[in-house]
């Protein structure tokens, strides 16, 4: 990667920042010029090596760089000054270590002579983020900057992937130092296990080989370890004959057009799978972390099951949910050896599973995700089921910001490969699914990129389109407009009363005009018949837009485990009536948090 | 199904614990660098675990390694969850739970010593009384004048805090503890 002459030359500390991210591969940056930097942005103007992308807001800078590292697998990198520009970036950090995503940031900081006196746009970077990183440095001598530098990029691509912050005095971006080039030798203190343990991993196999209601429950981590892990994966589903549930963020490492495939679990996941895994005898858990959205009520979650979990973070292991084989070790890894055993001894008679499927099959024909169709008003999921077979044999790439809209498209959006789903799954961040876009646009410049957003979330990150425009990054912002917080709405009718308190946005902003107004592309649709023409008018135009998809104000997202629920206590769209559903609270339930 | 019938109550689902605390002490060997304490005590406060006792010194000059000692109390997963989170902390080289360590060598507990500097101040019979009480603690007078003195006792935390309460009517000022160091017995190291 680096050229011999750059092998511990002496330079400044900015032309280090800049030699090492070209030394860590990096192309593009996403990043907010301010005080604290100048000496970087200095050097990033005399070079085009590295593309910087200037966007609105250090959070979208972040999110973009989030959209970037999981629809290319490479790392995500961001540049900000100090003070606000550090601060506007924890939303991005947290998001990112909530979710595992690879993401360097490199923060400017106030002189090292100033730091502690409060200087003018001085914060606690490192204090402020350092929980919300997997790591974080503030580099005080220019002679460390570049090793500095490699190990962030080190420590955030490797083990369970997170987010890192490099914080750099302005003093220390102006001295000058020698410059060492990436290290191959890392930390003794940090050394991710990737390799899973022989012995366990055999036990496992055993188990599962003699299952008689098997389920495979995979997550983020599968795509995280890479697409070699979801093709292994599709292999060991194909092998086994077994039924396969993902969680939100493990979307696409097992196509959805997989016979094997039943479906999301989870709060709003399908009723097959959630009653797959609450009814199993032995659940293989690959890269995921029984997250409360996953689990429903934890004493009552899939009692009578075996649980194999596969996980390269130890602490993810027995968290929430008692493994009997807990596995640790990168999920890519554990899936060959897995494979290869499976080959080696399991049996290949897949007849003993049929009762299972039948059931499956019983579960199924329920088809939890049915919604009434309406000829006078699009309903939300029809325009995702639309937006879904307009794009079919497209290279697409969706992301989402947060809410029902963001259920409903998980739901009714079906991706076959993996890195095409892009949502903030842990943190929840509205705001996430347009810089996001940028990023992965930014990343896949010909691909159909398209953001399927809300009303409520959109405008928390809307100035990104001014981004979009100037770089020519024709995104999509497809926004199923309620005119509510729709999630909030529908939590409040569960459990408030239906006492709509501050949910409903009385002013909405002419999305079409606000496209105008950015130099975009603007769209409206108000029917059902008009839908699929406005949509290929959209994926059609050349240039950023926004759609504002006028949708039924007052859909609920079903199915649903209420709170305190087990999987088996679903409450499926047949049967959620509005008297069901404001039925569904007590004065006693509303006193828990 | 019949979900509509029952109440559900929030967005978050909070399950009872029936496992009992235990207090348990945990030794942590870290590179000397700066916030590395920050981080460790950042991990207890953030995820809402308790930290009884913390004593960290550097105990490795050449390698620049520092050795934290923490007396937390939780449930056995709780416990089990602290080791894991503490673990994954890049500087952190490992965690040895003590207390498991030592139950896995057949003993009842890790070796614990607390020092604790304690200053009384008095005249006549309590002065002397305090004398004689140290004595029997082995504590041993580090500075002294006609109206004070400072007792250096070495233990338990059971017998300083024993000391500290005997004290307590003979004209206790003040009191400095340094926490528990601990290790295990035996002769393998952490």
Known sequence: MSNGQNERREMTGAEMVVQALKDNGVLHLFGYPGGAVLPIYDELFQQEDIQHILVRHEQGAGHAAEGYARSTGKPGVMLVTSGPGATNAVTALQDALMDSIPLVCLTGQVPTALIGSDAFQECDTVGITRPCTKHNWLVKDVNELAAIIHEAFHVATTGRPGPVVVDIPKDVQFAKGIYTPPQTAPRTSYQPKVQGDLEKIKAAVALLANAKKPIIYSGGGVINSGPEASQLLRELVELSGFPITSTLMGLGAYPASGKNWLGMLGMHGTYEANMAMHDCDVMLCLGARFDDRITGRINAFSPNSKKIHVDIDPSSINKNVRADIGILGDVGHVLEDMVRLWRATAKTDKKTLHPWWEQIARWRARDSLAYRMNDDVIMPQYAIQRLFEATKGKDTYITTEVGQHQMWAAQHFHFDQPNRWMTSGGLGTMGYGLPAALGVQIAHPDALVIDIAGDASVQMTIQEMSCAVQYEAPIKIFILNNQYMGMVRQWQQLLHGNRLSHSYTEAMPDFVLLAQAYGAHGIRCEKPGDLDAAIKEMIDVKKPVIFDCRVAALANCFPMIPSGKAHNEMLLPDEATDEAVANAIDAKGRELV | ?190
Do not use: W
Request: proline share 4%; glycine share 8%.
């Open chain 2, 1 to 190: 199904m019949n979900a509509q019938l029952q109440p559900t109550g929030s967005a978050y689902f909070i399950a009872k614990e029936t496992e009992l605390p235990e207090t348990h002490t945990l030794s942590v060997l870290v590179d000397n660098e700066p916030g590395v304490l920050a981080r460790v005590i950042g991990l207890f406060s953030g995820r809402g675990y308790n930290i009884e006792s913390l004593t960290v010194s550097e105990t490795e000059h050449e390698k620049h390694l520092s050795r934290i000692t923490i007396v937390t109390r939780g449930t056995p997963h709780v416990l089990e969850q602290i080791k894991h989170q503490l673990e994954r902390i890049v500087p952190v080289h490992g965690v040895v739970d003590l207390t498991v360590r030592a139950r896995e060598l057949g003993q009842d507990r890790p070796l614990e010593r607390e020092l604790a500097l304690v200053k009384v101040a008095g005249k006549g019979d309590n002065r002397v009384e305090a004398l004689r009480l140290a004595d029997a603690f082995r504590a041993s007078v580090i500075d002294a004048n006609t109206e004070h003195f400072i007792f250096e006792i070495t233990g338990k935390g059971s017998k300083v805090d024993q000391f500290i309460a005997i004290m307590k009517p003979l004209g206790l000022v003040e009191i400095c503890r340094t926490g528990v160091a601990a290790m295990n017995r035996g002769p393998q190291g952490m």
